[in-house]
């Protein structure tokens, strides 16, 4: 089975930028990606959160702002949790396993044409594991599934 998710867009706000109390660094953002449109037919976009760990967090804090253009791979997690009024509530967001600059510019045409960019500091976060990942292999039967 795979849960694999790449997104191209933009960022809808500054990315925010906290520390675990064990102080492992973590990123949340959201990013916005234009939906495919049909000739004369209005722009719309999805808004989708994603969740960066560790170094990945801290090169997008350093790197990205609000309204850059960002490529994010990683996966799609959901987790619900109960909010201060006792209401449940579910979450669906992307864990990233990499952040990239992308290969167009904000105008369309390839970010590569010799001018400085900041793309040529740092094209990628380095590969971190997953937090969430268990490493012990476990075998899941279609019979363990709840659908």
Known sequence: MLNLTILEGRLTRDPELRKTQSGIAVATFTVACDRPRKKDAEQQADFINVVAWRQSAEFLSNY????????????????????????????????????????????????????????????????????FVDTNSVEISDDDLPF
Do not use: C, M, W
């Open 64 to 131: 990205f702002h609000k309204g850059d253009a960002v490529q994010v791979q990683g996966r799609i997690q959901t987790r619900t949790y109960d909010d201060k009024n006792g209401n449940k509530v579910f979450v669906t967001e992307v864990v990233a396993y990499n952040i990239n600059f992308p290969l167009t510019s904000k105008s369309g045409n390839n970010s590569s044409n010799g001018s400085t960019n900041k793309a040529t500091a740092q094209n990628s976060a380095p590969a971190v594991e997953d937090p």
